[in-house]
């Protein structure tokens, strides 16, 4: 049983800070959200600075970048905005490949509009995801989000990637960290490294740091 991943973010963000950093690391964390692919393409530069050296086993050619998918089943031409940061981090040179190969079989809840107490845990999740059968067996992967909270969601992905690929080294990047027990941050680009912590027993993830 897979009971912690490692993770690895470049920004931070704040979702209540009063702060004029606080709200424009909202601003910022709304776009990528959105997709916007600018926003996204602007920390390419900032990723190739010796302060992310830390990220390079995260985000490198060697390196197979499967997207998070969202939290329903993707409609076509729908946006998939971790697809959207996978496609462009491949591109840079962050990723030998883009393999969207997790799927929502069934809808969770939105955890990002969801109380913290009605989030969808790490088992629900897990039973809407699927990983179809495929013959690329690739020995580093990389899940990519636009937002990482606590967890639940790229670690349900992980477990499943681990069972369709047990011989692969499962790590995730964010593009955005949430701050939330941070009353205002103090900066917004802090590339960073920790891991997801999942106990079996309570069913929940501990985000670290």
């Known amino acids: 049983?897979?009971?912690?991943?490692?993770?690895?973010?470049?920004?931070?963000?704040?979702?209540?800070?009063?702060?004029?950093?606080?709200?424009?690391?909202?601003?910022?964390?709304?776009?990528?959200?959105?997709g916007k692919a600018s926003t996204i393409e602007s920390a390419l530069p900032h990723l190739r600075s010796p302060a992310?050296?830390?990220?390079?086993?995260?985000?490198?050619?060697g390196v197979m970048?499967?997207?998070?998918?969202?939290?329903a089943p993707l409609a076509d031409g729908a946006l998939w905005p971790a697809k959207v940061i996978a496609d462009i981090l491949a591109a840079g040179g962050f990723g030998g490949a883009v393999l969207p190969c997790i799927e929502r079989s069934s809808a969770v809840r939105?955890?990002?509009s969801s109380p913290a107490k009605e989030r969808p845990s790490v088992a629900e999740h897990y039973e809407s995801l699927a990983v179809p059968p495929r013959l690329i067996r690739p020995a580093q992967i990389t899940l990519v989000d636009d937002v990482l909270t606590?967890?639940?969601?790229?670690?349900?992905?992980?477990?499943?990637?681990?069972?369709a690929f047990?011989?692969?080294?499962?790590?995730?990047?964010?593009?955005?960290r949430t701050q939330g027990f941070v009353e205002n941050i103090e900066q917004i680009i802090e590339p960073c490294t920790g891991v997801v912590h999942?106990?079996?027993?309570?069913?929940?993830?501990?985000?670290?740091?």
């Open 198 to 209: 999942f106990y079996e027993n309570s069913g929940k993830t501990f985000r670290e740091p």
């Open 65 to 71: 970048l499967v997207p998070v998918p969202r939290s």
């Open 1 to 34: 049983m897979l009971s912690e991943l490692p993770y690895a973010a470049f920004a931070n963000y704040s979702p209540r800070g009063a702060s004029d950093l606080s709200q424009r690391s909202r601003a910022i964390c709304g776009s990528i959200k959105a």
């Open 110 to 112: 939105k955890s990002s």
């Open 52 to 61: 992310a050296a830390a990220l390079i086993p995260f985000l490198n050619p």
């Open 166 to 176: 047990p011989d692969a080294q499962i790590r995730c990047f964010a593009m955005v």
């Open 150 to 163: 606590q967890g639940r969601t790229v670690f349900a992905c992980a477990m499943r990637l681990a069972e």
